[in-house]
């Protein structure tokens, strides 16, 4: 079976290593072509193993069932933390900036040796933090963050490191790619899909240096090299990685928004420099979102806290309403200049709903916005965060914009990758075309459901007995129970739709037919890519996405007075 896999590495290419993609028109290089391959897979089988950990986790937060018991949770929920929000993560983000660096710019991937080193030190690392995680003491089990003076093992934070140095090798091939593209022509703009991955690899710069910085201070300390550890000091290093490693998913998972949203939709790009503009904010600001992680800590100034959660998170904020704009009037203007879909929505309505790439990506969009990011905005807000910190409200956030927003994104892009760079057909049309579906409605629900408890009831995050009462107090949230079952249950469907992806995507792999030369597989969009002769993109009137901006500003305002509300009701408490 490996040797069919490693067989689907080779594709038809020319004597200088190239070939042109039949669907985008891209020039591919084999270096190119088989690094992201090799990222990718290594990527799903991250994804395999969280997700294995999401049915202990998630059938043991459901106190129906309670499948594992207290002294293995904290081990479980470890090892799925860590594979879902890094692993998978992050190997996926080394292959989308070799697809916006070598691929796009139909360039061969420089210093491929680097490439593959950087992997086996990422493998390597990967291996070793689960393995400390694994054989982790009862108590000892490091979860994401990974706090000291926690007991945690030596060799977690060593490994942890080794993962990080990893990943910085094998990203220097793309920065080498920018470097060949840039020399000697300055002025030669780079394509918004490679400046977003630009941007992303700055930003996973930051957060990885701060992630080395904290892992280090915590592996001396544990080695005796220095007798004592400042907390607060390394909680607010860690979280620039802790956090920072999130700020790489959304800038990835936007790229591959603008990216698939053109290849598979026909969208256009309304204004590239309002576009860049918006990366540019995240640039400065988007990392200064990690600090409503420490709204709590008592060592940080009150003015230090209203400037980075106020004034300079509204700078990300802005970024975000940007793109929310631009990548469905992209996809609107777009489909109107080919005359497609008339009336208020019919441009959308009328798009290819069956092509998992296009739905997948879509959903991500709406999921995220609705979901993912306005509930960012406001447990990011320093009086809000209060009625979200440590709940299981903050869980329902971050399934929001990992699971719903970035994984959905990721897996659409996995399907595009399936007949693009494997040449395989999907096993089948119709249970590819369903997966997107199934996770979005079923991940959704689950989501809506830890928000509510988390709000509502104060349920807690990271303790998986709290229905019948917090252990040690007579303090009941039985009152939860129902939007407790609701979790239970969508999230069991979440992760069946998750099996289903994972079947078509290896049984394409396996037994899909080979396409043939110039056959797109149906992923080209209506009407394909050239709009010659249509509307200027400025003629167009965008207003079925004007609409939809204006639905997602009430949903926001809507919200933002509510949970002002709720923390109204709290301080009465007190009277």
């Not at 290849?263 to 640039?283: I, N, P, Q």
């Not at 998170?313 to 990548?327: D, L, Q, T, V």
């Not at 959903?363 to 509930?375: A, E, N, P």
Request: hydrophobic share 55%; proline share 3%; with cysteine.
């Amino acid at each position: 079976m490996l040797g069919k896999v490693a067989s689907h590495f080779g594709n038809d290419y020319d004597a200088d290593g190239f070939r042109t993609c039949s669907i985008t028109g891209l020039d591919i290089h084999r270096s190119a072509e088989n690094h992201v391959k090799l990222f990718g897979l290594t990527a799903v089988v991250a994804l395999i193993i969280g997700g294995i950990f999401a049915v202990t986790v998630a059938l043991t937060r459901w106190e129906l069932i309670g499948l594992v018991g207290e002294q293995d949770y904290y081990t479980h929920l470890s090892m799925h933390a860590w594979n879902v929000l890094i692993f998978w993560m992050v190997f996926m983000e080394i292959a989308i900036l070799y697809v916006g660096g070598s691929m796009v710019l139909g360039r061969r991937l420089p210093l491929t040796v680097l490439a593959k080193a950087g992997w086996a030190i990422m493998v390597v690392g990967a291996i070793g933090i689960n393995w400390s995680i694994w054989t982790a003491g009862v108590q000892e089990a490091p979860l994401l963050t990974a706090y000291v003076p926690l007991d945690i093992p030596m060799e977690f934070y060593a490994f942890a490191i080794v993962f990080l140095l990893g990943t910085t090798i094998a990203a220097v091939p793309f920065f080498a790619t920018i470097w060949l593209e840039k020399r000697g022509a300055v002025d030669r703009t780079l394509p918004l899909v490679t400046f977003g991955a630009f941007i992303t690899s700055i930003i996973a710069v930051q957060a990885i240096l701060g992630g080395l910085v904290a892992f280090s201070y915590a592996l001396i300390w544990h080695l005796g090299i220095i007798d004592t550890i400042n907390t607060g000091v390394y909680r607010t290093l860690f979280w620039t990685i802790g956090h920072g490693s999130q700020q790489i998913n959304l800038l990835a998972m936007i790229t591959v928004w603008y990216f698939l949203t053109h290849v598979v939709g026909g969208a256009v790009v309304v204004s590239e420099k309002v576009s860049r503009s918006a990366f540019v904010l995240y640039l400065f600001f988007i990392n200064l979102g990690a600090a409503h992680h420490l709204m709590v800590d008592p060592g940080l100034s009150v003015g230090w806290r209203i400037f980075n959660t106020s004034y300079a998170f509204y700078g990300a904020a802005f970024a975000s309403m940007i793109h929310a704009f631009a990548i469905p009037a992209g996809l609107e203007a777009g489909r109107r200049q080919r005359g497609l879909g008339g009336g208020l929505f019919g441009w959308l309505s009328s798009a290819p709903w069956r092509n998992p790439v296009f739905s997948a990506t879509i959903f991500s969009i709406i999921l995220f916005g609705f979901m993912g990011g306005i509930t960012g905005v406001l447990m990011g807000q320093m009086q809000l965060n209060m009625t979200w910190h440590n709940t299981f409200a903050t869980v329902g956030h971050f399934h929001g914009t990992v699971a719903l927003g970035t994984t959905l994104a990721f897996w659409g892009l996995l399907f595009f990758v399936i007949k693009t760079m494997f040449r395989r057909d999907y096993i089948s049309g119709t249970l590819a075309s369903v997966v997107p579906y199934a996770y979005a409605g079923a991940m959704g629900i689950a989501t809506l459901a830890m928000m509510y408890m988390g709000i509502l009831y104060g349920v807690p995050r990271r303790t998986s007995s709290v229905v019948e009462n917090i252990p040690g107090t007579d303090f009941s949230l039985s009152a939860a129970v129902p939007l407790m079952t609701i979790f239970g249950i969508f999230a069991v469907l979440a992760l069946l739709a998750g099996v289903l992806f994972l079947l078509v995507a290896a049984g394409s792999l396996l037994f899909g037919k080979r396409l043939s030369d110039g056959d797109d597989g149906g992923l080209l969009p209506d009407g394909g890519y050239s709009t010659d002769g249509g509307e200027s993109v400025h003629a167009i009137e965008m207003r079925g996405t004007f609409t939809l901006c204006m639905v997602f500003l009430t949903v926001f305002v809507v919200l933002y007075v509510l949970n002002w509300y709720l923390l109204s009701q709290l301080w009465a408490i007190g009277a």
